[in-house]
């Protein structure tokens, strides 16, 4: 029997959302150019442009907020084609800004429709899914947005040699192409029924006054933040070294390849509980920045990226599994979008802690310092939040009774 849950092949369902990911990361690389477009294009100093670029930023935490509850009041794919409609006519109001007052004014906007796309797309693979599925498919829809970016990579560098409002051009065409691709194949949106499958009625309680939930936000915030610095303080990190800067996107696109080639691995380890595969995941991810901390050359940054990139992948499924398992089937939506904002808050929080530490300690300090919090929260998986949530889990099933 544990063979045949190993090899069920996932609902058609999961893998059109995968590519309808793709699809719109595919386009979603003018964001990293909206300060330049401000700064060349209407003559606007560095601070100005960082502050509408920072306002984008804070605007995207209610929007995630928001995904959740529509997904649940509304319908998934509603809300999903809808955000996407935002997200491209946000996009084209950047593009054809006359000033930076538009600018700003659109960038905000496109911060509060961004993030609706994920809660409801992350709670109908949820629905699709059986609980043994559910890690390998949110694997899947993680590793998308990897290729995507590979893919994103390449489109701006052709783009953006023309001319930058191209880029936010192309962006709302994915966007819209995208939201074709939803509406057409994505079963429609069915009301909620007013009892749980199990036959009890429906909870509407607050998922922020849900402590498993709320531990999760915690651990989830400080992994963020961990990936994050990868992204953000690896080009000054390997400047400070002697290596080229543009390196980076060498990594990153070895990342995307070794999270696509890992794949099995998540099937390999079904039989291994969330926590257990966590903890498994963290270890990996501080072993690939341990040899980042000592590698001195770009091929030892290379064998570091494959290492905690196949950490990644044992990990990003099992975290949303875990916050499914703990969610009412009615609030599916909003307690994904809870969790979804540590990577939020791990934006504001990233490039102030990489910056510092990079400052004050030098690359072998920064990823140093990251392998060891990677070690503490593998600790904490098993000893903390596992018996938590255990807790959690067994008070919940006893109130409904």
Do not use: K
């Amino acid at each position: 029997m544990p063979v045949i849950e190993r090899t069920e092949r996932l609902p058609r369902t999961v893998w059109w959302l995968v590519l309808a990911r793709a699809i719109n990361r595919l386009g979603a690389f003018s964001l990293g150019f909206l300060t330049v477009l401000i700064t060349s294009g209407f003559g606007v100093g560095a601070v100005a442009a960082g502050a509408i670029s920072a306002a984008f930023g804070l605007a995207t935490i209610p929007s995630r907020l928001l995904g959740g509850v529509l997904a649940d009041r509304f319908g998934r794919r509603r809300t999903i084609v809808a955000g996407l409609a935002g997200c491209a006519l946000a996009q084209a109001g950047i593009a054809l800004s006359s000033s930076v007052a538009m600018v700003a004014v659109f960038a905000v906007l496109l911060g509060l429709v961004f993030e609706l796309y994920e809660p409801p797309s992350q709670a109908m693979i949820a629905d699709a899914v059986r609980p043994a599925q559910q890690a390998r498919a949110f694997s899947l829809f993680n590793t998308a947005l990897a290729v995507g970016g590979m893919g994103a990579g390449l489109i701006a560098a052709g783009l953006g040699r023309w001319d930058l409002r191209w880029l936010f051009v192309a962006d709302a065409v994915s966007c819209v192409l995208c939201a074709i691709v939803v509406r057409l194949v994505l079963p429609a949106d069915r009301p909620h029924p007013p009892h749980r499958a199990d036959g009890l009625p429906a909870r509407r309680g607050s998922a922020w006054r849900d402590r498993g939930l709320l531990l999760l936000l915690l651990s989830g915030t400080l992994s963020a933040v961990i990936f994050m610095q990868v992204g953000m303080a690896m080009p000054l990190a390997l400047a400070r070294r002697g290596l080229e800067a543009a390196d980076a996107g060498l990594l990153s696109a070895v990342a995307a390849v070794t999270m696509v080639a890992c794949q099995p691995l998540v099937r390999r380890t079904a039989a291994l509980s969330h926590h257990a595969a966590m903890a498994c995941g963290y270890l990996l991810l501080a072993t690939g920045l341990a040899g980042y901390a000592v590698a001195d050359g770009l091929a030892g940054h290379l064998a570091a990226t494959v290492v905690w990139s196949a950490g990644d992948v044992l990990m990003f499924g099992r975290s949303y599994a875990l916050v499914v398992d703990l969610a009412p089937e009615d609030a599916r939506g909003r307690y994904l979008s809870v969790f979804g904002i540590s990577w939020g808050f791990a934006t504001v929080l990233a490039p102030l802690c990489g910056t510092q530490l990079l400052d004050r300690a030098g690359p072998a300090g920064l990823w140093g310092t990251l392998a060891l919090t990677c070690l503490l929260l593998a600790a904490a998986q098993l000893a903390v939040i596992r018996p938590l949530l255990r807790r959690s889990l067994i008070a919940r099933a006893a109130a409904a009774l």
